[in-house]
Every structure is written in structure tokens, then in C-alpha cells.
């Protein structure tokens, strides 16, 4: 069976992947509160596979768990067919905000209304 692809690398799967990734404070996914602000796929050149950049918040930039956080994102998208590197780039702008940035449901489970 032929390796994966770059161009079957799909965000589907990266989000899919980032899903069951829990922000350790409030117990619930980091894709759901918004804190995935995006990612990006590329060739990682000479045969198949490729290489993602996923770009992200914490919910506050002093989070003590930001490390890890940023591991098990890292590890999460790592461990996709096909994928042959992982950059997790942490910014803060624009800063996260729930009321704007989490699903509908999640915004529910804080109270946010």
C-alpha cells in the first residue's frame, strides 16, 4: 500500500485528530473552544508526505499547562498517515475569547450565552 500523500493530508483529518486534545483546566476540546486558530499543509518535498503547520492559542498566555498543550497537539497531528512533520506555532492575536471563538454548544457547557 502506497504512503499517504501531502494532498491526502486533509484538514477534516487534522481537526479530527486535534478533537480528543482537552485543555486540562476546563475538560473539554481545544478544537471546540476555539483555541485551533488554523493549519496549513505542505509537500514535504521528495516522495510522499507532508509536512503540517498548525497554529494556535492558549486560553491565557501565562496557562501553565501551555507546554504540554502544545506536545499534545504536536503529537496528535504527528501520528496521521502521511504526515512527515509537525510545527505547532503559538500566538495570541488576535488573544482568544470564548464568546466569539468557541462552538455553540461549548459556549453553552461554559454558560457563555
Given at each position: 500500500?502506497?504512503?499517504?500523500?501531502?494532498?491526502?493530508?486533509?484538514?477534516?483529518?487534522?481537526?479530527?485528530?486535534?478533537?480528543?486534545?482537552?485543555?486540562?483546566?476546563?475538560?473539554m476540546?481545544i478544537?471546540?473552544?476555539?483555541?485551533?486558530?488554523?493549519?496549513?499543509?505542505?509537500?514535504?518535498?521528495?516522495?510522499?508526505?507532508?509536512?503540517?503547520?498548525?497554529?494556535?492559542?492558549?486560553?491565557?498566555?501565562?496557562?501553565?499547562?501551555?507546554?504540554?498543550?502544545?506536545?499534545?497537539?504536536?503529537?496528535?497531528?504527528?501520528?496521521?498517515?502521511?504526515?512527515?512533520?509537525?510545527?505547532?506555532?503559538?500566538?495570541?492575536?488576535?488573544?482568544?475569547?470564548?464568546?466569539?471563538?468557541?462552538?455553540?454548544?461549548?459556549?453553552?457547557?461554559?454558560?457563555?450565552?
Amino acid at each position: 500500500m502506497a504512503m499517504p500523500t501531502a494532498a491526502e493530508i486533509t484538514f477534516k483529518k487534522i481537526g479530527e485528530a486535534l478533537r480528543p486534545v482537552q485543555d486540562p483546566e476546563i475538560h473539554m476540546s481545544i478544537v471546540d473552544l476555539g483555541l485551533i486558530y488554523g493549519a496549513s499543509i505542505e509537500s514535504a518535498g521528495e516522495g510522499p508526505g507532508g509536512r503540517v503547520r498548525v497554529r494556535m492559542s492558549l486560553t491565557t498566555p501565562m496557562c501553565p499547562y501551555g507546554p504540554m498543550l502544545l506536545a499534545m497537539v504536536h503529537s496528535a497531528v504527528a501520528k496521521l498517515p502521511g504526515v512527515k512533520g509537525v510545527d505547532v506555532d503559538l500566538t495570541f492575536e488576535p488573544p482568544w475569547n470564548p464568546k466569539t471563538m468557541a462552538d455553540d454548544e461549548t459556549k453553552d457547557l461554559l454558560g457563555i450565552y
